[in-house]
């Protein structure tokens, strides 16, 4: 099954498709005209590297090859798993290439759209914690409509499941609905960890509070939220956001958790869907002057 579905195959960097071997030889191959800056795109729950190319024209690792001289690395990644055990690959696949990249690392730039954010702050609070070397390298971390916070529609389909669980004739639906991969229930929350869910009823309707997780110190941490509207101040735009994650989430401020974001560091792109983020105009130029 994991050979024909390409959500379910190992994390990997992808070049044209296909998965690279992580040794000097075939990065020097895959990478001939490598810098010392690499920056990192990993895509959200059930995308490819290839969504980054939505909508068309160049993708933000093309432009900024040209504009800035770094070097773009897509990473493909099963989203069904569990966003910490997806960290601890990225960990692990960062480690590899650092140490096999044809010239020496100065600068390493993170940028995750949706699921992809959460799943590199869990790599970074890992490699952290384990000092692992490639980490030191690590200037931006960029979420592009990540939901910090939890995504609203996993948030209510938990809170359905265990409705419907109550009676024997809706019981199941209930248990259709619990089939859903851990990595869309970590959703729910914005979990990072693996003291989220390890030895927890993933079903209960009330559970322990999320682990707060700290931000890396030494990167800068930029941050993109949408709506659906123009203005984020539209009763449409606080009842939908980008259609899948809120502003709040995106920002990581909401009236019960916070994540110390420099609001500096954040934009906000008014009539653009969630999955805009991946190639939008504007945010491509808040992007190149990020990482510039």
């Known amino acids: 099954e994991a050979e024909g579905n390409p959500l379910a195959q190992p994390m990997a960097v992808r070049v044209q498709g296909e998965p690279l071997e992580l040794d000097p030889a075939a990065i020097a191959t895959a990478f001939p005209a490598a810098t010392p800056r690499i920056v990192v795109f990993l895509h959200g729950l059930m995308e490819t590297e290839f969504s980054w190319g939505f909508g068309g024209g160049e993708t933000y690792g093309a432009r ?64 952290a914690l384990e000092e692992a070397d490639w980490v030191r390298h690590v200037s931006h971390s960029v979420s592009l409509g990540t939901p910090h916070l939890g995504a609203p529609l996993e948030q209510a389909v938990h809170v359905l499941s265990a409705g419907l669980a109550a009676l024997p004739e809706t ?3 209930a248990n259709f609905l619990r089939r859903r991969s851990g990595g869309i229930r970590d959703l729910r ?23 707060e997780i700290p931000l890396l110190e030494g990167a800068k941490h930029c941050f993109v939220s949408a709506t659906i509207t123009r203005s984020d101040r539209h009763p449409l ?42 190639n939008h105009p504007a945010v491509y130029e808040r992007l190149r002057d990020w990482l510039a």
């Open 237 to 278: 735009a606080r009842l939908l956001g980008d259609t899948l994650v809120l502003v709040p989430s995106a920002t990581g401020r909401s009236r019960t958790r916070r994540i110390p974001f420099d609001e500096e560091l954040g934009m906000h792109v008014g009539g653009a869907s969630h999955f805009a983020l991946l």
């Open 64 to 127: 900024l090859e040209r504009d800035l001289g770094a070097t773009a690395v897509h990473v493909r990644y099963n989203s069904g798993r569990r966003i910490s055990a997806n960290g601890r690959s990225l960990s692990e696949l960062m480690d590899e290439l650092a140490a096999s990249w044809p010239v020496e690392v100065e600068q390493v730039a993170l940028v995750g759209h949706s699921m992809g954010g959460l799943v590199a702050r869990s790599a970074c609070h890992g490699a």
């Open 171 to 173: 019981r199941p639906f």
């Open 189 to 211: 929350r914005g979990s990072l960890v693996d003291a989220d869910w390890r030895d927890q009823d993933p079903d209960a309707l009330r559970s322990a509070a999320c682990e």
